[in-house]
């Protein structure tokens, strides 16, 4: 089993930044493709952002152009760097593995407000 630490969220005024960094208990991040999720309230957990072993990504087309994940290989995370953050973007962000194989963390509250 692993298990998942987010951190880095926060308070943020629309247009603002966040970067979340996510910790797994084994490195696993060489043989998954790891993903970043969301769960705002009253919706069902998505998927944000997506990175592949070999280092493809993908995005939502809601935060395409503004949010952009990395892999850190000296500290052993997996990033999530959010630029122009909007009003929508409020979530418990969560990351797994691209299929979530493994149960979730705590995840990270991120909240936009005005």
């Known amino acids: 089993q692993v298990q998942f630490v987010e951190s880095g969220g926060g308070l943020v005024q629309p247009g603002g930044s966040l970067r979340l960094s996510c910790a797994a208990s084994?490195?696993?991040?060489?043989?998954?493709?790891m993903a970043w999720y969301r769960q705002a309230p009253g919706k069902q957990r998505e998927i944000v952002a997506g990175?592949?072993?070999?280092?493809?990504?993908n995005y939502a087309d809601s935060v395409k152009g503004r949010f952009n994940i990395s892999r850190d290989n000296a500290r052993t995370t997996i990033d999530l760097e959010m630029r122009n953050l909007k009003a929508e973007d409020t979530a418990v962000y969560y990351c797994?593995?691209?299929?979530?194989?493994?149960?979730w963390g705590q995840g990270t509250q991120v909240t936009v407000y005005s």
């Open positions: 797994n593995t691209g299929g979530a194989k493994f149960a």
């Open positions: 084994r490195n696993i991040f060489m043989i998954y493709d």
């Open positions: 990175r592949t072993r070999g280092g493809g990504t």
